[in-house]
């Protein structure tokens, strides 16, 4: 067939024929099939798990059962609370046997040194003064006899718990990992150029005192000149390192040779912009200490993460082979890295890193990524002028016409990513709407149907229509096609270019998918299959399928993180929102050049509405009982409780408030779903209804976390004291002293009571915080009150003394100052041994997980 154009050019081009509809099944069962039996498979991929009985042929591995059978043990003791003798005592017992089991062993090449510190301290976590007494960390240093190198490796996990759970994931299975690297590394008898320091932490979960005291206080800390650090926000499966350096790419060179490698910039970049809400001692070690490392987790199944049902049976004994061989090796090579000697010297800036599948790493600066991003953009610019050249010769279309159908293609494209977003946000506020939010918590596949298909309409639903309406256009459907592949392409360089000029290195993903297409591009047309539209399509496809495969894995794993934590993360935001967003994302790379290929079947705009009706027939499950988002033991609807006692005086010394109740913290959205059993115990009243009257609500919140939803949580009075098995806290006034002038007075306090207790500060009459004994953070930012302290202790149980020093220039001190809460904390009981907290958490349904223990709040003015 020829076509005439102002160049007069006759050539051959093929113009294709639909293929039927019934083939368009096959399509997409070909990339479910790619995903069921590579991605899946991938991503739960586990080395076979090494028995005390290969330890004979592998006499220098990591040997899982060992660590198992050492997990028993440690979680034998139960929950390891910060104050309670099964931590600050059985644990620290028990660590110290471990390590004199490892040094029963140990080759004569090496010597151990034991030291169980004690430490007080504070510093700042968020908006609250995070403060410790007597708080304690097993350090063991393993070195050559004799060593006089004073550059050491540290390696760090925690013991302690959450109230209420034994820890078996979070985090004692990475300290028994560490105590098997130990045992391997001493009975070895290799050589350690540089020392190696095990930090068993002891009061991370308070938050991150245990590393705070550590490298502020430890003899060691100044010696430690890289880290590696174990901690857990699940239960087993793949453990991911999600933090690098930072500044410090020469880490990566180790971390790539790791047998099993799972690791990802994005994780790392997600978790420092607070998308994953949580912390780990990585950020203590690199603030306070300045020292570069790698931040290793487990990540999946968080749905037991801080439960009681965090045991050792939930926790696949494979994960310790994982975990051991990865850590084993990396201890291993960075014991004797050279670079270990002067770090400094190797501050080069951040990385960009990332697996392929658990197969391979692929790692690189943030500067060489600035120019892979924009040599990459400038290619496929130019590749697809090409391509849009040649559209012009081959089709007898002017090349003005080309431009415009181009320019038409990518105002279109631009309108169905945001018509894939917007359904699929709307699908995510109608399911909030209609109180069934979070139906995938524990039916995961209901994201298919709910996000991803209507995601898959959105972007193909305005091209269909495009294209049967412009069916007579001189230029053919191949073509039209592949402008709407250029079009996404477009705006892919478009995002490349905005996040890498915003410094974002997860900017490499959009590169990847540019990457890929404009191969694919460049293939057909030097072999000239852009001219032949299921040549060019096979070529696509083909091409595509390790983005696919790669995006997909990342996709998936993102889902099996982000997933569990929702049901943690607050009922002030919809948690549906964040899954269709992050489907859209990852959509944009492992389907926008794939969607398009559905045009070349018939009945385009069939196939297209078979998405929008599984999107429907999805919402009708998901609003059925089939969409329930709670099970039992493996995915509990989550909420926090004290039984509370709580007395406001007024300034008089009188009371204006008594009254016990429970205070209730629900930690998802579905915060309606037990309603009817909170309303059995009693009237429940919104806490947001008292804040603007008192100080933090005038309750006996635990920590940040409790602050930041106070205004989300409910107040149930009830008629029964707390069982408080000590006394109520003390607080005493001993001194209330003139400073330098009469405007000014210092107030020194005695305070006595549990080993978890709360510290709120307002200033009233228009007094002024001057100083203070705590952190003095709030004052040096002189910011707003009220303040809050949180303080906790180890062994050291003796009375906390703590002055706070106030001006007041336009009143007198006759009225009252400073109003001050105490709120006490008795987190180390068993709740199924207090009968009358028992009895109402009993009340709550069978799929509840609840995390409770007994309070008391009193305030006084002075």
Same mark, same amino acid.
């Given at each position: 067939m020829?076509?005439?154009?102002?160049?007069?050019?006759?050539?051959?081009?093929?113009v294709?024929?639909?293929?039927?509809?019934?083939?368009?099944?096959?399509?997409?069962?070909f990339?479910?099939?790619?995903?069921?039996?590579l991605?899946?498979?991938q991503?739960?991929s586990?080395?076979?798990a090494?028995? +005390?009985?290969?330890?004979a042929?592998?006499?220098?591995?990591?040997i899982?059962?060992r660590?198992e #059978?050492?997990?028993?043990?440690?979680?034998?003791?139960?929950?390891?609370?910060?104050?309670s003798?099964?931590?600050?005592?059985?644990t620290?017992?028990?660590? +110290?046997?471990e390590v004199?089991?490892?040094?029963?062993?140990?080759?004569?090449?090496?010597?151990?040194?034991?030291?169980v510190q004690?430490?007080s301290?504070?510093?700042?976590?968020?908006?609250?003064?995070?403060?410790?007494?007597?708080?304690?960390?097993?350090?063991?240093?393993?070195?050559?006899r004799?060593?006089?190198n004073?550059?050491?490796l540290?390696?760090?996990?925690?013991?302690?718990?959450?109230?209420?759970?034994?820890?078996?994931?979070?985090?004692?299975?990475?300290?028994v990992?560490?105590?098997?690297?130990?045992?391997?590394?001493?009975?070895?008898?290799e050589?350690?150029a540089?020392?190696?320091?095990?930090?068993f932490?002891?009061?991370?979960?308070?938050?991150l005192q245990?590393?705070?005291?550590?490298?502020?206080?430890?003899?060691?800390?100044?010696?430690?000149?890289?880290?590696?650090?174990l901690?857990?926000?699940?239960?087993?499966?793949r453990?991911?390192l999600?933090?690098?350096?930072?500044?410090?790419?020469?880490?990566?060179?180790?971390?790539?040779?790791?047998p099993?490698?799972?690791?990802?910039?994005?994780?790392?970049?997600?978790?420092?912009?607070?998308?994953?809400?949580?912390?780990?001692?990585?950020?203590?070690?690199?603030?306070?200490?300045?020292?570069?490392?790698l931040?290793?987790?487990y990540?999946?199944?968080?749905?037991?993460?801080?439960?009681?049902?965090?045991r050792?049976?939930?926790f696949? /004994?494979?994960?310790f082979?994982?975990?051991?061989d990865n850590?084993?090796?990396?201890?291993?090579?960075?014991?004797?890295?050279?670079?270990?000697?002067?770090?400094?010297?190797?501050?080069?800036?951040?990385?960009?890193f990332?697996?392929?599948?658990?197969?391979f790493?692929i790692?690189?600066?943030?500067?060489t990524s600035i120019?892979?991003?924009?040599?990459?953009?400038?290619l496929?610019?130019?590749?697809?002028?090409?391509?849009?050249?040649?559209?012009?010769?081959?089709s007898?279309?002017?090349?003005?016409?080309?431009?415009?159908?181009?320019?038409?293609?990518?105002?279109?494209q631009?309108?169905?990513l945001?018509l894939?977003v917007?359904?699929?946000?709307?699908?995510?506020?109608f399911?909030?709407?209609?109180? +069934?939010s979070?139906?995938?918590?524990?039916?995961?596949?209901?994201?298919?149907?709910l996000?991803?298909?209507?995601?898959?309409f959105g972007?193909?639903?305005?091209?269909?229509?495009?294209?049967?309406?412009?069916k007579?256009?001189?230029l053919?459907l191949?073509f039209?096609?592949?402008?709407?592949?250029?079009?996404?392409?477009?705006?892919?360089?478009?995002?490349?270019?905005?996040?890498?000029?915003?410094?974002?290195?997860?900017?490499?993903?959009?590169?990847?998918c540019?990457?890929?297409?404009?191969?694919?591009?460049?293939v057909?047309?030097?072999?000239?299959?852009h001219?032949?539209?299921?040549?060019?399509?096979?070529?696509?496809?083909?091409?595509?399928?390790?983005?696919?495969?790669?995006?997909?894995?990342?996709?998936?794993?993102?889902?099996?993180?982000?997933?569990?934590?929702?049901?943690?993360?607050? @009922?002030?935001?919809n948690p549906d929102?964040?899954?269709?967003?992050?489907?859209?994302?990852?959509?944009?790379?492992?389907?926008?050049?794939v969607v398009?290929l559905?045009?070349?079947?018939?009945k =385009?705009r069939?196939i297209?509405?078979?998405?929008?009706?599984?999107?429907?027939l999805?919402?009708?499950i998901?609003?059925?009982n089939?969409?329930?988002?709670?099970?039992?033991?493996?995915?509990?609807?989550?909420?926090?409780?004290?039984h509370?006692?709580r007395?406001?005086?007024?300034?008089?010394?009188?009371?204006?408030?008594?009254?016990?109740?429970?205070?209730?913290?629900?930690?998802?959205?579905?915060i309606?779903?037990?309603r #009817?059993?909170i309303? $059995?115990?009693?009237?429940?009243?919104?806490v @947001?209804d008292t804040?603007?009257e008192e100080?933090?609500?005038?309750?006996?919140?635990y920590?940040?976390?409790?602050?930041?939803a +106070?205004?989300? $949580?409910?107040?149930?009075p009830?008629?029964e004291?707390?069982?408080?098995?000590?006394?109520y806290?003390?607080?005493?006034?001993?001194?209330?002293s003139?400073?330098?002038?009469? =405007?000014?007075? /210092?107030?020194?306090f005695?305070?006595s009571g549990?080993d978890?207790?709360?510290?709120?500060?307002?200033?009233?009459?228009?007094?002024?915080?001057?100083?203070w004994?705590?952190?003095?953070t709030?004052v040096?930012?002189?910011?707003?009150?009220?303040?809050?302290v949180?303080f @906790?202790?180890?062994?050291?149980?003796?009375?906390?003394?703590?002055?706070? #020093?106030?001006?007041?220039?336009?009143?007198?001190?006759?009225?009252?100052?400073?109003?001050?809460?105490?709120?006490?904390h008795?987190?180390?009981?068993?709740?199924?041994?207090?009968?009358?907290?028992?009895?109402?958490?009993?009340?709550?349904?069978?799929?509840?997980y609840?995390?409770?223990w007994v309070g008391t709040?009193?305030?006084?003015?002075?």
């Open positions: 020829s076509f005439n154009s102002k160049y007069h050019i006759d050539v051959d081009f093929e294709p024929k639909k293929l039927q509809w019934y083939y368009a099944p096959v399509f997409f069962a990339w479910l099939c790619l995903y069921l039996s991605v899946n498979t991503i739960n586990m080395p076979k090494l028995m +005390r009985s290969d330890e042929s592998h006499p220098n591995s990591f899982a059962q660590a #059978d050492t997990l028993i043990e440690l979680t034998r003791i139960g929950p390891r609370v910060v104050g003798a099964a931590n600050e005592v059985a620290v017992d028990f660590l +110290r046997a004199a089991k490892v040094e029963a062993e140990m080759s004569d090449r090496y010597e151990i040194e034991i030291d004690q430490a301290g504070a510093y700042m976590h968020w908006e609250m003064v995070n403060m410790y007494q007597g708080i304690q960390n097993v350090v063991v240093k393993l070195s050559e004799n060593s006089s004073e550059n050491f540290l390696m760090n996990s925690h013991y302690d718990s959450v109230p209420g759970s034994p820890g078996a994931g979070d985090d004692g299975s990475m300290v990992s560490m105590l098997e690297v130990m045992r391997v590394i001493a009975k070895a008898g050589p350690l540089h020392p190696i320091v095990f930090l932490n002891g009061a991370e979960e308070n938050p245990g590393s705070h005291a550590f490298i502020t206080q430890h003899k060691w800390a100044k010696n430690c000149k890289a880290l590696i650090n901690d857990s926000a699940g239960s087993g499966g453990e991911i999600f933090q690098s350096g930072p500044n410090h790419p020469w880490l990566m060179n180790y971390y790539r040779n790791v099993h490698p799972f690791a990802n910039t994005l994780g790392e970049e997600m978790f420092q912009a607070g998308i994953i809400p949580s912390d780990t001692d990585f950020r203590i070690f690199r603030d306070y200490g300045g020292v570069p490392g931040d290793m987790a990540i999946f199944n968080g749905f037991v993460y801080h439960t009681k049902y965090d050792i049976n939930a696949p /004994r494979a994960s082979q994982h975990t051991g850590v084993l090796s990396l201890a291993r090579a960075l014991a004797n890295a050279p670079e270990m000697d002067d770090t400094a010297a190797h501050a080069e800036g951040h990385n960009i990332y697996d392929f599948l658990g197969w790493m790692f690189y600066t943030e500067t120019i892979v991003n924009v040599v990459v953009s400038l496929a610019l130019l590749a697809i002028g090409i391509s849009l050249y040649f559209m012009s010769v081959r007898g279309c002017s090349w003005k016409g080309v431009l415009l159908r181009y320019a038409i293609t990518i105002g279109m631009l309108a169905s945001a894939a917007g359904l699929a946000l709307l699908v995510a506020v399911m909030d709407g209609v109180n +069934r979070m139906t995938w918590f524990t039916s995961t596949w209901t994201i298919f149907g996000y991803l298909a209507p995601i898959i972007m193909s639903i305005l091209p269909a229509l495009y294209l049967e309406k412009t007579r256009d001189p053919g191949g039209r096609i592949q402008l709407f592949m250029h079009s996404h392409c477009f705006w892919l360089i478009v995002i490349m270019v905005t996040l890498t000029g915003l410094s974002i290195r997860s900017a490499y993903l959009i590169m990847l540019v990457l890929f297409d404009i191969v694919a591009l460049i057909n047309l030097v072999t000239k299959w001219r032949k539209a299921y040549l060019f399509a096979i070529a696509v496809t083909v091409c595509q399928i390790l983005p696919f495969v790669y995006f997909t894995y990342l996709c998936t794993a993102a889902l099996l993180t982000l997933m569990p934590m929702q049901g943690r993360s607050g @009922s002030s935001s929102m964040v899954i269709a967003a992050l489907v859209w994302l990852f959509s944009l790379m492992f389907a926008g050049f398009p559905i045009m070349f079947f018939r =385009t069939t297209v509405l078979c998405f929008l009706g599984i999107t429907i999805f919402i009708v998901a609003v059925t089939a969409g329930f988002p709670y099970k039992e033991k493996t995915s509990a609807q989550r909420y926090s409780l004290i509370a006692h007395r406001l005086h007024n300034a008089d010394g009188t009371t204006r408030m008594d009254e016990s109740g429970l205070y209730i913290y629900p930690q998802d959205r579905r309606e779903i037990a #009817d059993e309303d $059995s115990i009693g009237e429940v009243q919104r @947001s804040c603007d100080m933090f609500c005038g309750l006996p919140l920590n940040h976390r409790w602050n930041k +106070r205004k989300y $949580s409910l107040w149930v009830v008629p004291l707390p069982e408080i098995p000590t006394e806290p003390s607080l005493i006034l001993q001194d209330s003139e400073l330098e002038s009469a =405007t000014r007075r /210092r107030f020194s005695s305070l549990p978890h207790m709360g510290i709120f500060v307002n200033m009233k009459n228009d007094a002024k915080l001057v100083d004994s705590f952190n003095d709030l040096r930012e002189k910011a707003e009150p009220p303040y809050m949180y @906790s202790y180890g062994l050291d149980n003796s009375s906390l003394e703590f002055t706070i #020093d106030v001006e007041k220039t336009t009143s007198t001190f006759d009225t009252p100052t400073l109003e001050i809460g105490i709120g006490g008795w987190v180390n009981q068993d709740i199924t041994a207090i009968g009358r907290l028992s009895k109402y958490i009993d009340r709550f349904p069978s799929y509840a609840i995390q409770g709040y009193e305030t006084w003015y002075f």
